[in-house]
């Protein structure tokens, strides 16, 4: 089935260093989320967006919706060692329909 | 809330034999989807139920697949039989009302067919 592209596909930072991330389609979605996997568990919902040109944040985290509705964007500020993980969007059209996830952003931070 | 529980959180088998994967969603929502994970292939979705019933099993890879979902607090993915090309971790995810707020993982199962 049809995936998001997220890119990069992974990312060696140094801790304190800030991240950005970005998830983009082909198609429009309605709804954007983003998704945080830390290793061995399941992915956590970090962040919701509804609403076109939509800016949210959530701690050191900060996402948007992008304003042609087929992007969106993930930045985290001063990374610590616990942003270590797999950072996924996902899409939605509307209604009911099942999400669409993105491909993950693998984020590794180098001591 | 407990969160969604999968069962068990690792399994290892040998190649044909049946592996019985298990979910209890949050209660009240009502859906429920089930995904493989591998690094090759990142997160896939299997199947997913709407009040227990299946709506969409295009993404099962093959017979030897399947699920279902008798009440609202439980389902099974069972695989019979099983490949070392099953190997993943398989994720049990549930929502209220479709996507839009997100659905909620469980732990998953790592699943190691020897």
């Known amino acids: 089935g049809q995936q998001l592209n997220q890119s990069p596909q992974s990312m060696f930072i140094q801790e304190g260093e800030d991240v950005s991330m970005n998830c983009t389609s082909s198609?429009?979605?309605?709804?954007w989320l983003w998704y945080k996997q830390d290793p061995g568990e399941g992915p956590v919902l970090l962040i919701a967006l509804y609403k076109a040109g939509e800016l949210t944040s959530n701690g050191r985290l900060t996402a948007q919706f992008g304003i042609t509705r087929k992007d969106s964007f993930l930045n985290i500020s001063a990374s610590i060692p616990s942003d270590v993980g797999i950072y996924f969007c996902a899409g939605q059209r509307g209604g009911n329909e099942k999400l669409t996830f993105g491909t993950g952003t693998r984020l590794t931070i180098i001591p | 809330d407990a969160g969604v529980i999968q069962s068990p959180r690792h399994e290892v088998t040998e190649m044909g034999q049946e592996v019985t994967l298990r979910c209890k969603p949050i209660s009240g929502h009502d859906y429920l989807f089930w995904y493989r994970q591998t690094m090759m292939r990142g997160l896939e979705l299997l199947i997913y139920f709407n009040n227990n019933v299946p709506i969409d099993d295009s993404g099962m890879p093959e017979d030897r697949f399947s699920a279902k979902m008798p009440n609202a607090s439980f389902s099974t993915l069972k695989i019979q039989p099983s490949e070392p090309r099953d190997s993943a971790v398989y994720f049990c995810a549930s929502s209220y009302r479709g996507g839009g707020a997100g659905y909620t993982f469980g732990s998953g199962t790592r699943l190691t067919v020897v």
């Open positions: 198609s429009i979605f309605n709804t």
